[in-house]
């Protein structure tokens, strides 16, 4: 029997892993692997969601009309420049879909998220990978890397795993400095966290050009994650592009209810910027104060570097499990001797301080 082929690259493709959920012999868990909010959802999302039990056999909107509105009045811009998806993930491959093939480049920064160059790969293209500074995405490494093959140009900001960030003039200086006809796509999951000044999510960039766009999430802050919701604001030109390679149906009744629910209750989404901001400032402190090097974030997670390398890690890794304490190890990014803290309740941070507190001292 011969077995079908994949396209050329496939099986190159090195499967993204997602963070764990269980630990055998452990009842009880806590997830610190996924940058979940551990506010959960909005009660008026949940509410809306369990009001759609009794019209499961509906299709849902294939034009996500009242999400894309409702987009549109809370951000102050045009609904026709506005794309939903299956989460921030399917929008990435519908862009490589449509603007990447076999013998082009798509550029991102080392310590970028995974599916870019899965989704790129996955088009036979060729992922080239810029070097950071200091853990931060170098607008000059990322000039730089950009050849006459580069299609497209993929800036986590803030980025993941790291934390970190550039400037809205460091943003600007690089869609500048891009070749006409580069795609420059500004993925800011996790702007809803960042109140620094001098940032940007790029949708000022958006309004001013037709080669840039920006992608948003409510898998991070709204607590949407299991119902995989994305959304775009993109040019009129890519909007038309992209709206004739996503399937007609790609966003689930639920995700598109509960979206509009979650951009309603602004009281819910200043209580979880709150609590990430006060927990993110205490927990950097303690890690510090144990030895633990934090990388300097404006997400919902810390990098944590431990002084004695990989194997460091590794025995840092098995104290937190077995307390229940599931955290990411960083070896596929590059990063073997760093753990990612997803920030979580009180409760959690403190368990997790404590495991490491007591590993630490050893």
Known sequence: MTAPKPQPGILDIAPYKGGEAAVPGVARVHKLSSNETPMGPSPKAMAVFQKLA????????????????????????????????????????????????????VVYSQYGFMMYPIATM?????????????????????????????????????????????????????????PA????????????????NDYSNGMELVAERDDTMVLRTFSK???????????????????????????????????????AAA?????????????????????????????IEVVPSVANFLLMHFPGGAEQVK???????????????????GLPDCLRLSIGTVEEDDMVIAALTAFMKG
């Open 54 to 105: 009794t019209e499961l056999h509906r299709y849902p909107d294939g034009g996500v009309e009242t999400l894309r509105e409702a987009l549109a009045a809370q951000y102050g811009i045009p609904v026709d420049n506005i794309v939903c998806s299956n989460g921030s993930d399917e929008m990435i491959s519908l862009i490589c879909a449509a603007y990447v093939g076999a013998g082009d480049e």
């Open 221 to 259: 802050i709204y607590g949407l994650a299991a119902l995989r919701l994305g959304w775009a604001y993109a040019p009129a030109n890519v909007v038309a592009v992209l709206n004739r390679v996503r399937g007609p149906f790609n966003v689930n009744a639920a995700a598109q209810a509960a979206g």
């Open 315 to 333: 025995g840092a890794d098995a104290a937190l499990r077995r307390k229940g304490l599931i955290l990411r190890g960083m070896g596929g990014y």
């Open 181 to 196: 006809g580069v795609l420059l796509v500004v993925d800011a999951a996790y702007a809803e966290y960042v109140s620094r």
């Open 122 to 178: 996955a088009r036979g293209a060729t992922p080239v990978v810029a070097k950071e500074k200091n853990f931060t995405a170098d607008v000059d490494a990322l000039l730089a890397a950009v050849t006459p093959k580069t299609r497209v140009v993929f800036l986590t900001n803030p980025n993941n795993p790291t934390g970190t960030y550039i400037s809205a003039s460091e943003l600007r200086r690089l869609r500048e400095g891009l």
């Open 263 to 291: 951009l309603q209750d602004t009281a819910w989404l200043d209580k979880s910027r709150a609590h990430n901001d006060a927990e993110l400032a205490r927990v950097s402190a303690a890690l510090r104060g144990i030895g």
